[in-house]
């Protein structure tokens, strides 16, 4: 989810960062006090409706909402091993739907804010500091991603199995590495 910007010219685009998030907190708050069906309806298909107001294709709904599609059936299915027909299917409502519309939500807020608009953000609300741990907490996901995807092609370069627990000390080694050169730089600018 963390930077998946996607720039368009919307009215969702041009809103300012903090109206946004305050308004997904705001939903996500209501449906976890009113946890009843049509509510959880309603904001579903509103948020959906956002997308296209959004000049988002789609795909970036699937996106949005593929991920926790699993999560969703597990969590669905808990209630029914459960709780059985139809009282499980019941229970499940209110969390799945939570869950969807949460996944939405958050979705878009990040598919149309920058994440240095977020990060400013907090920056305003909490200090600098935090304001410079989003910013590096953020640009350290795709850095991860990295490095994980890097150690594993040269393992299987090697002809070895690459599986995710097979490289993860190299992968833990090189991102303490980094962290360890990114210290030193800011203790070096004095933050």
Excluded: C
């Excluded at 958050?106 to 741990?133: H, K």
């Excluded at 599986?163 to 090189?174: E, G, M």
């Amino acid at each position: 989810m963390i930077g998946q910007y996607v720039p368009r010219d919307s009215p969702v685009h041009r809103l300012p960062a903090g109206v946004k998030l305050v308004a997904m907190l705001a939903l996500v708050t209501v449906l976890a006090i009113v946890p009843h069906p049509v509510p959880l309806a309603v904001a579903a298909v509103t948020v959906a409706a956002l997308f296209p107001v959004a000049r988002l294709r789609p795909v970036h709904l699937w996106r949005a909402v593929a991920p926790a599609l699993l999560f969703a059936a597990v969590l669905t299915g808990f209630y029914l091993l459960s709780q059985g027909w139809p009282d499980g299917a019941r229970a499940a409502v209110a969390p799945v739907g939570q869950l969807l519309v949460g996944v939405l939500a958050g979705n878009l807020l990040v598919f149309t804010t920058r994440v240095t608009d977020l990060a400013s953000l907090a920056g305003r609300l909490l200090g600098w500091r935090v304001e410079l741990l989003v910013a590096l907490t953020i640009r350290s996901i795709p850095t991860v991603i990295a490095v994980v995807r890097q150690t594993r092609e040269a393992a299987w370069a090697r002809g070895q199995r690459a599986s995710l627990i097979r490289v993860l000390p190299t992968v833990l080694v090189r991102l303490i590495r980094d962290a360890d050169l990114m210290g030193e730089a800011l203790v070096a600018r004095g933050l």
